[in-house]
C-alpha cells in the first residue's frame, strides 16, 4: 500500500479509537445513573484498553503493521454488519393460541385464600387431591407481607399494606352505571383520545385487542366471586402497562420489590377504574379488571393487544421495559381501533436462548428447556406452587426473575440501541446475550434498598 493510502487508513483507525473510546464512556456513565457500578468500571475498561489499541495503531505502527490494521479496521464494520443486517431466524417462535381457559380457582393467590374446614376448602382439595399436600407445605409458612418473613421490613412491608389497602378500595369503582345519554365520537378519534390520555394519566403503554374466549377466565376464584361463571360478552379490551422502578425491582427478593408492585398494582388499577369510568359516561359498558378483581388473565390480553410476548418466566415481556411492568385491563362494547400489529418472535427467540432467570431463581421454578406443548399450546411453564413457597417464605413477592431479565434494563438510549439490534439480527441476539453477562454478570447480585427505605423501628 502507498504512503498516502496508508496515512488515510491510520486516519480511519485513529477516528475509530475516538467513536469507540466516546461510546464506552458514554455507557460507562450512563451505567453510572443507574446504579450498575460494576457494569460502569467494566465499560470504562474496555472503553481504555479497546481505543488505546486503536491510537497505538494508528499513531505509531506495530509489527505486522497491515495485518493488525486491517483487523482493527474489519472489527467495527463486522459489529454493523451483524448488528444492521437483517439475519432473522425467527421462524419457529410463533405465537401459541390457548385452546381453552384458565379457572381462577386454581391460580395460588385464590388457594391461599381457602380457609382449612370451610366448605371452600373441603370441596376445592376433595376435586384436587393432589394439590392438597403441595398447598399444606407452604400454608406451614409465615406468608406474605408477614412479620416472621425473612425478608421483613417493618416500614417496606406497612407501607405495601397500605397500597393494597387503597387499592382494595377502588373495587366498588370498577363498574357503575351507564349513561343514558351516548355520545359518538369517530373510533379512530376516541381510540386515540384515550391512548393518549391513558399515557397521561401514568400509563407506559396501552393497545387495544377484540376480547376472545381464552382471555377470560373460566370460574372467578378470589373472595365473593369464589365459583362465579365468567360469563364476560365485551367487545374490545384495552390493556395497559404501568413502569416498576428499576431500583425497586432490582432490590428483589428483598422488601422493596413487593412494596413496588403494591404501588403499581394501584397506579395501574386507578387508571383502568378512570378509563372505564369515561366509556361508561360515553354510554358504553365498560369493566375495569385490577388487583384481585380480575375476569381476565391480563399477560395474554395484554400480548395480543401487541404490548409485548410471554416469556420464559410465564409473564408478559414488553419491548422496552421487559417483565418490569404491572398490567391492568378495561373490557368494553365501545367501538374501538384494534392494534393487530402482527407477532414479533425476537423476545421468544432471546428467551430460549436466555434462561437468565431460570439460572437466578431462588426456587428453580422456571424451565430451563425450549417451549413445550402443555395441553396443545406451545409455551413454558413456572412452577406455580414453589415460586409461591419462596414468597411464603420471604414474605415478598421475590422479583428475582424480573430483575436478571436482560429485557429490564431502563429503557434509555444505550438499552434501546441494544433492543433494536436483538430484533433486527438473531445473530446479534445472540451476541447481546453474551455481552449482557459479560457487562451485569450471569447472576448479578441483589441490590440492597435505597437509603431512604432503609430505616428501623424504634421499639
Ligand atoms: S431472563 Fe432471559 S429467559 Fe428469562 S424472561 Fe428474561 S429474556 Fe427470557
Ligand atoms: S418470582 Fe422468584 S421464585 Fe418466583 S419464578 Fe421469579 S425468581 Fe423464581
Not at 502507498?2 to 464512556?25: C, E, K, P, R, S
Not at 457500578?37 to 470504562?44: P, V
Not at 444505550?414 to 453474551?434: E, M, P, Y
Amino acid at each position: 500500500m502507498n504512503i498516502q493510502g496508508g496515512q488515510v487508513l491510520d486516519t480511519i483507525i485513529l477516528f475509530m479509537g475516538i467513536v469507540i473510546l466516546v461510546l464506552f464512556i458514554y455507557s460507562s456513565i450512563i451505567s453510572v445513573s443507574e446504579r450498575e457500578k460494576k457494569a460502569s468500571i467494566k465499560f470504562f475498561i474496555f472503553g481504555i484498553i479497546i481505543s488505546i489499541t486503536y491510537f497505538i495503531v494508528g499513531f505509531y505502527g506495530v509489527d505486522y503493521y497491515n495485518i493488525v490494521r486491517m483487523i482493527l479496521l474489519f472489527i467495527p464494520i463486522l459489529v454493523l454488519l451483524i448488528y444492521f443486517l437483517p439475519f432473522r431466524f425467527h421462524r419457529q417462535f410463533q405465537k401459541s393460541i390457548p385452546n381453552g381457559q384458565i379457572d381462577e380457582r386454581n391460580i395460588m393467590f385464590s388457594r391461599n385464600e381457602l380457609k382449612e374446614g370451610t366448605d371452600k376448602y373441603n370441596k376445592y382439595y376433595l376435586k384436587n387431591p393432589e394439590l392438597k399436600e403441595i398447598d399444606i407445605s407452604w400454608r406451614t409458612n409465615p406468608g406474605l407481607l408477614s412479620q416472621k418473613a425473612s425478608n421483613y421490613n417493618a416500614a417496606a412491608f406497612m407501607a405495601s399494606r397500605a397500597s393494597f389497602f387503597t387499592v382494595a378500595g377502588l373495587k366498588s369503582k370498577i363498574d357503575g352505571d351507564v349513561s343514558e345519554d351516548k355520545i359518538v365520537f369517530k373510533v379512530d378519534e376516541v381510540t386515540n383520545f384515550l391512548k393518549n390520555w391513558s399515557k397521561k394519566l401514568g400509563a407506559f403503554d396501552i393497545g387495544i385487542t377484540e376480547l376472545r374466549d381464552y382471555h377470560t377466565y373460566s370460574y372467578r376464584g378470589r373472595k365473593e366471586a369464589y365459583n362465579d361463571k365468567v360469563e364476560l360478552k365485551h367487545k374490545y379490551a384495552i390493556a395497559l402497562t404501568v413502569e416498576m422502578d428499576i431500583d425497586m425491582v432490582n432490590s428483589g427478593p428483598l422488601a422493596p420489590i413487593v412494596m413496588e408492585s403494591a404501588q403499581k398494582y394501584m397506579d395501574s388499577g386507578a387508571i383502568a377504574v378512570q378509563i372505564a369510568a369515561f366509556i361508561r359516561n360515553l354510554g358504553y359498558p365498560a369493566l375495569a379488571h385490577i388487583d384481585g378483581n380480575y375476569q381476565v388473565i391480563c399477560p395474554l390480553v395484554a400480548r395480543d393487544a401487541g404490548l409485548g410476548d410471554i416469556g420464559r418466566m410465564g409473564l408478559l415481556m414488553t419491548p422496552k421495559l421487559g417483565p418490569r411492568v404491572r398490567i391492568a385491563v378495561v373490557t368494553t362494547d365501545l367501538p374501538l381501533l384494534v392494534d393487530e400489529t402482527g407477532h414479533d418472535p425476537s423476545m421468544l427467540e432471546f428467551c430460549t436462548n436466555c434462561k437468565k432467570c431460570a439460572i437466578n431463581c431462588p426456587s428453580n421454578s422456571i424451565s430451563f428447556v425450549d417451549r413445550e406443548d402443555i395441553n396443545g399450546v406451545k409455551r413454558w411453564q413456572i412452577n406455580q406452587e414453589t415460586c409461591f413457597d419462596l414468597w411464603t417464605k420471604t414474605g415478598t413477592d421475590c422479583g428475582r426473575c424480573m430483575s436478571v431479565c436482560p429485557y429490564s434494563h431502563p429503557n434509555n438510549t444505550l438499552h434501546n440501541i441494544v433492543r433494536f439490534g436483538i430484533k433486527n439480527s438473531s445473530i446479534f441476539s445472540k451476541v447481546a446475550l453474551q455481552l449482557d453477562d459479560v457487562i451485569y454478570g450471569k447472576n448479578p447480585a441483589v441490590k440492597p434498598p435505597l437509603k431512604w427505605m432503609d430505616i428501623e423501628p424504634n421499639n
